[in-house]
């Protein structure tokens, strides 16, 4: 593993950074992970994807999601897994936006179906996905390129 | 010549840290490799898992061959314009 190093503000702040990321991620995967079905049906309430690709996505996107985090949280392609993580989450806000332009009222999914907890789609959701975003950007600009931004000593 | 103060102090200038976002052929591969990765792992968990369908079941609908399950009200007889012209 090759070291990066820098001023230690910067080295701090990525490896918050990458925590906080690794970690919004690995808990909105485990959930999904563990009940596909519960994801599929929050997906249907979305009513773009078809039928046939529903169990697909809701078994497809939260294995990227744990991937993605893992390799944020290891610096194992760490470049990579934050390009994925950013793709992510603009296809999530992208699908935010458009159910909130055509006044759908339903429960986010965002981190898998809970019946006890309901979490209905809002402009809160944007802002969060927007402050991820921007998370990854930085990450994307400070990290060295082919490099792993270590935890500081 | 002038050195940073980070230079100064032994530490790489910011500069030399700062990258464009632009993702290079590297990025790219790994994004390739992590996306193979998550779409294996997600395509296996949904071949293992059980009770789990390939394909979604579509809402249950009945068929337009298929007696209705609520009785509609009887159809009001319509009026015929052609009726009220002399």
């Given at each position: 593993?090759?070291?990066?190093s820098?001023?230690?503000w910067?080295?701090?702040?990525?490896w918050?950074?990458?925590?906080?990321?690794?970690?919004?991620?690995?808990a909105a995967?485990?959930?999904?992970?563990?009940?596909p079905?519960?994801?599929a049906?929050?997906?249907?309430?979305?009513?773009?994807?078809?039928?046939?690709?529903?169990?697909?996505?809701?078994?497809?996107?939260?294995?990227?999601?744990?991937?993605a985090?893992?390799?944020v949280?290891?610096g194992?392609?760490?470049?990579?897994?934050l390009w994925l993580?950013?793709?992510?989450?603009l296809a999530?806000?992208?699908?935010?936006?458009?159910?909130l332009?055509?006044?759908?009222?339903l429960?986010?999914g965002?981190?898998?179906r809970?019946?006890?907890?309901?979490?209905?789609?809002?402009?809160l959701?944007l802002?969060?996905?927007?402050?991820l975003?921007?998370?990854?950007?930085l990450?994307?600009v400070?990290?060295?390129r082919?490099a792993?931004v270590d935890?500081?000593r | 010549?002038?050195?940073?103060?980070d230079?100064?102090?032994?530490?790489?200038?910011w500069?030399?840290?700062?990258?464009?976002?632009?993702?290079t052929?590297?990025d790219?591969?790994?994004?390739?490799?992590?996306t193979?990765?998550g779409v294996v792992?997600?395509?296996v968990?949904?071949?293992v898992r059980?009770?789990?369908?390939?394909?979604?079941q579509?809402?249950?609908?009945?068929e337009?061959?298929?007696e209705?399950g609520?009785s509609?009200?009887p159809?009001?007889p319509?009026?015929?314009?052609a009726?009220d012209v002399?």
């Open positions: 593993m090759t070291h990066a820098g001023p230690r910067a080295v701090v702040g990525a918050l950074a990458r925590l906080v990321l690794a970690g919004v991620f690995l995967a485990a959930p999904k992970i563990a009940d079905l519960g994801f049906a929050a997906l249907a309430n979305y009513r773009v994807f078809p039928d046939v690709a529903l169990h697909p996505i809701a078994t497809v996107v939260p294995a990227l999601e744990l991937v985090a893992l390799a949280l290891t194992w392609r760490l470049r990579g897994g993580l950013g793709g992510l989450l999530f806000t992208g699908l935010l936006a458009a159910t332009a055509r006044g759908l009222d429960d986010c965002c981190f898998g809970d019946a006890a907890a309901v979490d209905p789609v809002g402009p959701h802002l969060r996905n927007t402050g975003l921007v998370l990854v950007g990450l994307l400070v990290t060295r082919a792993v935890p500081p | 010549m002038h050195l940073s103060a230079v100064q102090r032994g530490l790489p200038a500069d030399n840290l700062v990258n464009s976002p632009v993702p052929r590297d790219l591969r790994d994004l390739a490799v992590l193979a990765l792992l997600g395509l968990h949904l071949a059980p009770g789990l369908p390939l394909v979604a579509p809402p249950a609908m009945c337009l061959s298929e209705p609520i509609l009200p159809e009001e319509v009026m015929s314009i009726e002399p």
